[in-house]
């Protein structure tokens, strides 16, 4: 076991690597002259080739790339000093350079948005499992009925419209049009200042999702469901005359739950990495629309280090749902 | 199949197969031998879901295709006017005439855009254009892309398959939207001032979709090969001295046509709603005619006009749900283990 989850972790290790290498030489090589977003902005657009090139030369692009991925590295780990006009700044670690908008530490700018994203993840990935394993444990008891085909086919439609197109229509149809009291003021308001409002900014968010994702959920339950309870155990189990709701949920459910562990593990890391679509139909400042932002504004620093911390969150969230899958299911080798 | 005898107590009808015909009735003389593709045909042709959703694709292929015809028909283009010749600007720029605030307009059927005065039927079939060319031309690449990678990894294995397997991974971790994201602000800081930039943004998006949509099939291929590579018929070839080039075009592919057709038609309307959906961000088109882009105006005038939403939303939920549906009932179709 212990082998295994350090041969994981050492995987894990080498892929944030090369993501973070792909990232650093694309925004090396990608821009003709990868100075001129931050030389705009500072000269309030009177960046002439003077300008330009003292730009290039303080942010480090007339040096050999690898000089400067080292002081990428060194920067996230401990931190360094960055030249940005005519002034050193310093970066504390985990330093991501600065933002070219707003100019200040990118760190300090994300950590200031994580909570949104970890709010709209945390309660979305709370209905997946809510809304979606109930309805397909339900829909796996009562297989081949009318209500049985009816969900499975209308939650086939539901789930082959674009997600965005479905969050956008509510938002329009619930907060512009209709007005809806306790959805309509949505939006992240720090849990600490207060917490009525924070719920209800996040209710809407939450809910879409919530339907949204659930839908996957339930197909995934209902057919695990519909495997574990046609096995010998349960009609044993039957047989030998536990009531109906133990042997559902205690035998089949605990059965099925196994791979719908492994999917939701990774759904919560793709959440975790940044609900771009939901946060910014639902205009909460998470991650996501962080990004977003910074696309249109060109602001390559905050591009790459929400690229950077995404694949760390997928890697992560792979990693332990690798281990938490041999855990739960001793059939699986560890080799 | 009889219900009544496949009781737990009896074992109903062991094998499937049908029971003996008179060789002289005329059902005899029906049985040819079909293809499994043709048999597949034949129950998507009967299967009412399927055909209502390959007429509604076939609708919008035709819209794409004969997007300038349409728009001649109609009398209306794409050229941007002078918006105050169409939108009256001290009413929140809605249109002078046609929807919403007044009846049809026969000059511009599906109204005009507010602000820019933009002839929305023009917009549409354009839209429509973009969106299906994007979608089919990223399918093929990345389609053509998993199946090869997926026939060499399987059928070679060792150290190339270890390291097809060993990208497959790694870009299957990487999310779509942010390598979309993080490729948009480079190309546009690069190419925004080349006169082609609206061209190189498609190919862009072309090679984005195409780099994160190939490893679904490339998996599925290397499955299906790893285990018909063991087969006889493979065997055979090599013993004959088939070159390897030949065994996996002529011998592997053939046998994994139904794999490829599914991937490929539920493919499609994942690209679909991707292109729309950069669009949409602002990442996708942006220089260019596009239902997403539409879309993203339209939000904004939703209380007031709420029809310009509603036709590219349109477009894009009956596109991507009828090819989703259509890929469904292929799949089901394809497969010899569906109840039906």
């Known amino acids: 076991m212990f082998a295994y989850v350090v041969k994981r972790l050492i995987a894990g290790v080498v892929v ?48 050999p790339v690898y000089s400067e991925y080292g002081k990428f590295i060194k920067g996230v780990f401990v931190g360094r000093d960055i030249k940005i006009g005519t002034k050193e700044r310093p970066c504390p670690a985990p330093c991501f350079g600065y933002s070219y908008r707003t100019t200040v530490p ?23 499992l809510l809304f979606g394993i109930p309805i397909g444990v339900a829909a796996a008891r009562r ?53 009525a409002k924070w719920f209800s900014g996040m209710l809407l968010a939450w809910i879409v999702l919530g339907i949204f994702g659930c839908t996957q959920y339930t197909r995934y339950s209902r057919g695990a469901m519909i495997e574990a309870l046609s096995e010998d155990y349960i009609r044993t189990a039957k047989a030998k005359g536990l009531p109906q709701r133990t ?59 929400t690229a950077l911390f995404s694949a760390v969150v997928l890697v992560v969230a792979n990693l332990l749902v690798d281990i938490i899958y041999s855990v739960l299911d001793p059939r699986v080798r560890l080799s | 199949m009889t219900a009544q005898t496949a009781g737990p107590e009896t074992l109903g009808h062991l094998s499937d197969e049908p029971p003996p015909v008179d060789p002289n009735s005329k059902k005899a003389e029906a049985i040819t031998g079909k293809s499994p593709l043709r048999i597949a045909f034949g129950r998507l042709a009967r299967d009412k879901i ?54 049809f307009d026969p000059a511009h059927p599906f109204g005009v855009a507010p602000n820019t005065g933009n002839d929305n039927l023009a917009f549409w079939v354009y839209g429509c254009r973009t969106s299906l060319l994007i979608a089919s031309i990223a399918t093929l690449f990345a389609s053509v892309l998993g199946v ?16 097809i397997s060993f990208f497959t991974d790694f870009f299957l971790t990487v999310p779509f939207l942010l390598a979309a994201l993080t490729l948009a602000p480079i190309v546009a800081e690069r190419f925004s001032t080349s006169p082609n930039y609206p061209r190189i943004q498609l190919i862009d998006l072309i090679v984005v979709l195409s780099m994160f949509g190939w490893m679904g099939i490339a998996r599925l291929i290397r499955g299906e090969v790893l285990s018909l590579r063991e087969r006889e018929f493979i065997q055979a070839a090599r013993v004959l001295g088939m070159p390897t080039s030949r065994i996996l ?53 939703f209380e007031t006009y709420p029809l310009f939403l509603w036709e590219p939303l349109i477009g894009i939920v009956a596109l991507v749900l009828a090819l989703n549906l259509l890929g469904d009932a292929i799949r089901d179709a394809l497969d010899p283990k569906t109840r039906r």
């Open chain 1, 106 to 128: 990118v760190w300090g700018e994300m950590k200031d948005r994580l909570p949104a994203t970890f709010s709209v993840a945390i309660g979305g990935a709370t209905l997946y």
């Open chain 1, 143 to 195: 297989r081949g009925t009318v209500a049985d085909k009816a969900l499975v086919s209308s939650f086939l439609v539901l789930s082959s419209i674009p997600y965005y197109l479905f969050a956008l229509l509510t938002w329009l149809y619930l907060t512009v049009i209709f007005e809806i009291p306790l959805l309509s003021n949505t939006g992240y308001h720090p849990i600490t200042d207060n917490p």
């Open chain 2, 148 to 163: 090869i990678l997926g026939l060499l990894a399987g059928f070679l294995g060792g150290p190339v398959d270890k390291v």
């Open chain 2, 249 to 301: 075009v002529k011998e592997l592919l053939p046998n994994l046509v139904a794999p490829i057709v599914v991937s490929v038609s539920l493919m499609l309307p994942a690209f679909v709603a991707a292109e729309a959906g950069l669009a949409y961000l602002g990442i996708g088109v942006t220089s260019g005619i596009s239902w997403g882009q539409t879309i993203n105006t339209a939000s904004n005038f």
């Open chain 1, 16 to 63: 944030v690597f090369m993501v973070s290498v792909a990232v650093f030489l694309l925004f090396w090589y990608g821009p003709n002259e990868p100075a001129r977003p931050l030389c705009d902005r500072q000269t309030s657009n009177h960046c002439d080739t003077v300008r330009l090139a003292r730009y290039t030369e303080n942010l480090g692009y007339n040096n």
């Open chain 1, 247 to 305: 042997v559902v949920y205690k035998h089949g459910l605990r059965a099925a739950l196994v791979p719908i562990v492994t999917i939701f593990g990774i759904d919560f890391g793709v959440l975790l990495a940044g609900t771009i679509f939901t946060e910014r139909i639902f205009d909460i400042q998470g991650i996501g629309f962080w990004s977003l932002q910074a696309v249109g504004a060109k602001d390559l620093p905050v591009v790459e280090a």
């Open chain 2, 50 to 103: 399927a055909v209502v959703c390959a007429a509604v694709v076939l609708f919008f292929v035709l819209v794409a295709i004969f997007a300038g015809v349409i728009c001649s028909i109609f009398n209306v283009d794409t050229e941007t006017v002078l918006a105050t010749t169409r939108v009256n600007m001290l009413n929140g720029g809605l249109p002078k005439e046609g929807p919403p605030l007044h009846g």
